[in-house]
């Protein structure tokens, strides 16, 4: 069964700092691509950085490059998502994701071609 089990969420001040984590089971990691979507209230579901498990190469959407940080432990089958400078409107839903193959832009550009979702996690930046 596969399992992408995101932790790590929680209510955090303007300018803090969260480390959300994805662990992944029930599939071979390193033939996926990772990436973390968030949605937040009334708002379409985004892709906001995507990592490929086999190069690390990495893809961040305008609205978090320089603020968030995107790296995958391949031994650990665990993507973690390190945010800085957290603003109110990164207040949302984030979602783990899971994609076949290595097409990272592909994958953060949209939601329709993700294979497998986490449940999501809840991150609240209090201003």
């Known amino acids: 069964e596969v399992q992408l089990v995101e932790s790590g969420g929680g209510l955090v001040q303007v300018g803090g700092s969260l480390r959300l984590s994805c662990a992944a089971s029930?599939?071979?990691?390193?033939?996926?691509?990772i990436g973390w979507f968030r949605q937040a209230p009334g708002k379409e579901r985004e892709g906001i950085s995507c990592i490929s498990s086999r190069d690390d190469d990495t893809y961040y959407a305008d609205s978090v490059k320089g603020r968030f940080t995107i790296s995958s432990d391949n031994a650990k089958n665990t993507v973690y998502l390190q945010m800085n400078s957290l603003k109110p409107e990164d207040t949302a839903v984030y979602f783990c994701?899971?994609?076949?193959?290595?097409?990272?832009?592909?994958?953060?550009?949209?939601?329709?071609?993700?294979?497998?979702w986490g449940k999501g996690t809840l991150v609240t930046v209090s201003s």
């Open positions: 994701a899971a994609r076949l193959g290595y097409l990272i832009r592909t994958m953060c550009g949209g939601i329709h071609g993700v294979d497998y």
């Open positions: 029930g599939f071979t990691f390193e033939d996926y691509a």
